[in-house]
């Protein structure tokens, strides 16, 4: 019996809404995909611009090396923490690095168990972007320990100590939240890699890239088994990553609401937490994908369509985000506690009340311009609202930390927090080291997967006439 | 297309994987053993001191009791390193010209107590006690070893953390009577056992027995239900693991 063949037409194209962008601009074939990607890297001349970028974003990791240098040399002292805020621009910026990677596993991972097209030219670079916001991320939790050069004391080995970790610490699920995230994001992003480096390998005319490229290739040659096996390794890699989408930011959570700390303590954060890293990470994909798409002319790999979309994500994460707050708030009047009533009260009008307003405005009211369809279709107006987010989301960690700290149970122990030039220094250099890496990703690796996207072509649609021949 | 590996890179490549996981394995268990190692801990390592001061001649040969030079190791924290007064109490009468003792007679001569440099030394931020031992049943060598074999001193012990909670997650093993019932055959069941440098145990073959009010008790096993540990832990009120495990008896 003869089968139906799947379609009559090889233009068959994915049904758009009116007025919506498709997820690949017409016109593409095969070859025109992988040349255009193999070109970026292989062809392109490095650039002016680039130059510039990778100079400007070097010289602020090389202020990160130095301010670190000093840190190891004096101590956590050059820092702004005291007591009572203990935690002061470290936990932040940590929780802020982390929770910006998030958007490329939840692209990776997610989309990819829900089959989600549009992710794939976007997914390789958001994966890159997990990898040095971990690395950015974990940079806070070694320098804030004091003393660095023990911070192996973190993971359980038989040490000489005879002690094991404290197992029931929230700051020890975050080692196992953290490393487990860096280890398996790291894994997808070069497996995934893998049939694209083998693309380079066979279009480098360099000799020594293409030994490069080879070696990272593994000998990939594209044989049918190959591909069975590296579909069967990438979907287990996304099931395994998908689970870390939500327990990765609920771990760091956990680090303050196991705690009894009023303003810490409460089970929305958890959720809340999660909700605020998409949201965030979002916000990241597109201050990245906006000028990428430009400066690289991939408008049409990278279409309107997705930059759409993660405004859609980011502003419905961020309306996770402002049930949060609202909640925050809800609960601390609902729970009769003075102590959290008043650390409402304190963070609303007390002398940090600033970074809250700014946190409400940043992240709640200024996001809800998204609604509107000409601001998500105006990579300008969508760049902007974007980093504000990712300062709203920054704002958000301050308020957290800091509001909850500085006024605890006693008065007689309630100070102020001020972050010092080293606080400023440690962070803007983390921004240069994702930076640095980010440029460095652009001009080595496939920024956008060509297999994945050769996918969405008619052409690879593989029909049972063509499987007979 | 040309190959750009040769094929002994397929060979290459997975001897790599095996190797690189096997490195970084025996780099980890090399660095463990190293920090255990005398390299670090100077275990078994004697000192150089002012004087070669032989601990096997005094304690086996003269049967010199521990307590004659340390003084205050059953009343204070620390056991006390003996003034040069106290070995002139003999060395004023034998050897007074012999050359190795000369910086011994110069300290004597000029009040200019004599540097010795300390084999167990523990880190500051460790609170040890010696008194609380010896009173609640750990000997001498149970920490320092057979220092009556020691002809130069030296640290028996690593001193590390899990050195001391080996003994503090389960004092019975190593607790011993302060005394037994005394045997004439035998001089050394006569003194205090804790400072017995040959304590022995008991063990079927080697039944130690306690005198307690008048009554005989005879143990022949150390840990267990009817172990003498176990009964010393009960008789000398040694608190529960529990408590001498937790961090701050060590760390104050």
């Given amino acids: 019996m003869e089968q139906a063949t799947e379609t009559k037409s090889p233009e068959m194209t994915e049904r758009l809404l009116p007025g919506q962008a498709p997820v690949l601009t017409p016109g593409h074939t095969l070859e025109t995909i992988t040349d255009k990607i193999v070109s970026l890297v292989l062809r392109r001349p490095v650039t002016l611009g680039w130059v510039g970028g990778f100079v400007f974003f070097f010289g602020l990791m090389n202020v990160l090396l130095f301010a670190m240098a000093y840190l190891f040399f004096r101590g956590v002292g050059i820092w702004g923490i005291n007591v009572p805020v203990g ?269 809250y307003w700014c946190l409400i405005l940043f992240n709640v009211l200024i996001p809800q311009l998204l609604w509107i369809r000409k601001v998500r279709q105006n990579t300008l107006a969508l760049f902007f609202t974007s980093l504000v987010v990712l300062l709203g989301m920054w704002l958000e960690r301050f308020v957290i930390v800091v509001t909850s700290l500085h006024r605890d149970f006693l008065p007689s122990s309630w100070g102020m927090y001020t972050a010092t030039r080293w606080d400023y220094a440690i962070y803007v250099g983390t921004l240069g080291l994702f930076f640095c890496a980010m440029f460095l990703f652009v001009r080595l690796m496939p920024m956008i997967t060509i297999f994945e996207m050769r996918m969405l072509l008619p052409q690879s649609r593989v029909t049972t006439e063509a499987a007979h021949d | ?74 009343v204070s924290g620390f056991a006390g390193v003996p003034p040069t007064k106290t070995c002139m109490n003999c060395h004023s009468q034998i050897w007074t010209a012999a050359p190795m003792l000369e910086p011994v007679r110069e300290s004597y001569r000029t009040g200019k107590p004599l540097v010795w440099t300390r084999a167990n030394d523990l880190p500051d931020f460790a609170y040890f006690d010696h008194s609380i031992h010896v009173n609640k049943g750990v000997g001498c060598n149970s920490c320092h070893g057979r220092v009556d074999k020691m002809p130069l001193m030296y640290n028996e012990a690593s001193l590390q953390m899990e050195w001391c909670l080996s003994c503090h997650r389960a004092p019975e093993k190593v607790l011993r009577p302060h005394h037994v019932k005394a045997d004439p055959a035998d001089p050394a069941s006569l003194g205090d056992q804790i400072f017995n440098m040959a304590y022995e145990p008991p063990s079927s073959s080697h039944p130690v027995t306690i005198v307690e009010g008048g009554q005989e008790k005879t143990f022949t096993s150390q840990t267990g239900p009817g172990g003498l540990g176990t009964y010393l832990v009960q008789a000398n009120h040694v608190r529960s693991p529990r408590d001498i495990t937790s961090c701050n008896t060590c760390h104050r």
């Fill in chain 1, 87 to 355: 935690w002061g621009f470290a936990i932040v910026n940590f929780v802020w690095w982390v929770g910006i990677g998030h958007a490329g596993t939840l692209i990776s991972a997610v989309l990819l168990l829900l089959k989600q097209g549009w992710r794939n030219s976007i997914n390789r670079f958001a994966e890159a972007m997990t990898l040095f916001a971990v690395a950015c991320a974990g940079v806070f939790p070694l320098i804030h320990t004091g003393r660095p050069w023990l911070a192996y004391w973190l993971f359980p080995y038989p040490n000489t100590m005879g002690v094991w970790p404290q197992f029931r610490s929230p700051l020890l699920w975050d080692v196992f939240a953290v490393s487990t995230y860096a280890t398996i994001s790291a894994l997808f992003w070069f497996v995934g890699l893998i049939p694209d480096l083998a693309t380079f390998r066979d279009s480098a005319q360099n000799p020594v890239a293409k030994k490069i490229y080879g070696l990272l290739a593994m000998g990939w040659r594209g044989s049918a088994r190959h591909w069975k096996r590296y579909e069967s390794a990438y979907l287990l890699l996304a099931g395994l990553a998908t689970p870390l989408v939500l327990s990765v930011h609920t771990v760091v959570s956990f680090d303050f609401a196991i705690s009894i700390v009023p303003g810490w303590h409460t089970t929305v954060f958890p959720p809340y937490f999660v909700a605020g890293a998409i949201y965030s990470g979002f916000a990241m994909v597109l201050v990245l994908a906006i000028p990428i798409r430009k400066f690289y002319g991939v408008q049409d790999m990278m279409t309107m369509r997705h930059l759409d979309n993660a405004a859609k994500v980011m502003l419905g994460t961020g309306l996770i985000v402002a049930y949060g707050y609202t909640m925050e708030a809800f609960y601390a009047y609902y729970s009769g506690s003075g102590y959290e009533y008043f650390v409402l009260k304190n963070r609303m009008l007390g002398p940090l009340a600033w970074s």
């Fill in chain 2, 1 to 74: 297309m040309a190959q750009i590996f040769h094929r002994s890179a397929n060979s290459i490549a997975r001897a790599s994987t095996l190797g690189g996981l096997i490195l970084v394995v025996g780099l980890l268990w090399t660095a463990l053993q190293l920090q255990r190692s005398p390299y670090f801990t100077y275990a078994g390592v004697a000192k150089p001191q002012p004087v070669p001061f032989p601990h096997q001649h005094h304690v086996a040969g003269l049967g010199i009791d521990c307590r004659y030079c340390h003084t205050t190791v059953e």
